[in-house]
T-cell receptor
Framework: DTGVSQNPRHKITKRGQNVTFRCDPI?????LYWYRQTLGQGPEFLTY????????KSRLLSDRFSAERPKGSFSTLEIQRTEQGDSAMYLC?????????????FGEGSRLTVL | GENVEQHPSTLSVQEGDSAVIKCTYS??????FPWYKQELGKGPQLIID?????GEKKDQRIAVTLNKTAKHFSLHITETQPEDSAVYFC??????????FGAGTQVVVTP
């Protein structure tokens, strides 16, 4: 158990609907990452936070994706107007330290299926 | 951006044999080189890492070697066991702490 929890674990939605995922890291994790993983592929970087500040957002991410980390604790990832191509596992990870070159502790992911 | 290639994509070994996975990266700013193991239905978990000022690191049956000049690093598993069966990812990391994962290597250890 990494201490990083993600909810919901599974989400099935219809195309065009909005979905929101939540990640709760442990309190020591001042860095928080979001990755997306499709079947048979490695996790793809989406965005990351240092406390409440969003440091970078992947250029591959459309404007339909937005992430927040108010107060530097939990984080949410929202996808608006979902498309079938958004179907994937969304992984959250936390770590300590300012530079982030250390172990990332991943949650078990939130699986999204867009019909 | 970072280009990360991992080989082989699948690896089948007999229990007790060794397994080697190679990762090649393009970003010369990468200075931290972890390997993650992912089991079915779970998030990736760090198994070993190495920093750019070190050439080799070993932890029991697992070792990582780094050739920064050639921009590649490798994972070595000796005396493989069935519980080593999983997908392994390399994730070269830049100084900002952004990991770029490889496509993964499915390792199957047969008894």
């Amino acid at each position: 158990d990494t201490g990083v929890s993600q909810n919901p674990r599974h989400k099935i939605t219809k195309r065009g609907q909005n979905v929101t995922f939540r990640c709760d890291p442990i309190s020591e994790h001042n860095r928080l990452y979001w990755y997306r993983q499709t079947l048979g592929q490695g996790p793809e970087f989406l965005t990351y936070f240092q406390n409440e500040a969003q440091l970078e957002k992947s250029r591959l991410l459309s404007d339909r994706f937005s992430a927040e980390r108010p107060k530097g604790s939990f984080s949410t990832l929202e996808i608006q107007r979902t498309e079938q191509g958004d179907s994937a596992m969304y992984l959250c990870a936390g770590t300590q330290g300012l530079k982030g070159t250390g172990e990332l502790f991943f949650g078990e992911g939130s699986r999204l299926t867009v019909l | 951006g970072e280009n990360v290639e991992q080989h082989p994509s699948t690896l089948s070994v007999q229990e007790g044999d060794s397994a080697v996975i190679k990762c090649t990266y393009s970003d010369s700013a990468s200075n931290y080189f972890p390997w993650y193991k992912q089991e079915l239905g779970k998030g990736p978990q760090l198994i070993i890492d190495i920093r750019s000022n070190v050439g080799e690191k070993k932890d029991q049956r697992i070792a990582v070697t780094l050739n920064k000049t050639a921009k590649h690093f490798s994972l070595h598993i000796t005396e493989t066991q069935p519980e080593d069966s999983a997908v392994y990812f390399c994730a070269p990391t830049d100084s900002w702490g952004k990991l770029q994962f490889g496509a993964g290597t499915q390792v199957v250890v047969t008894p």
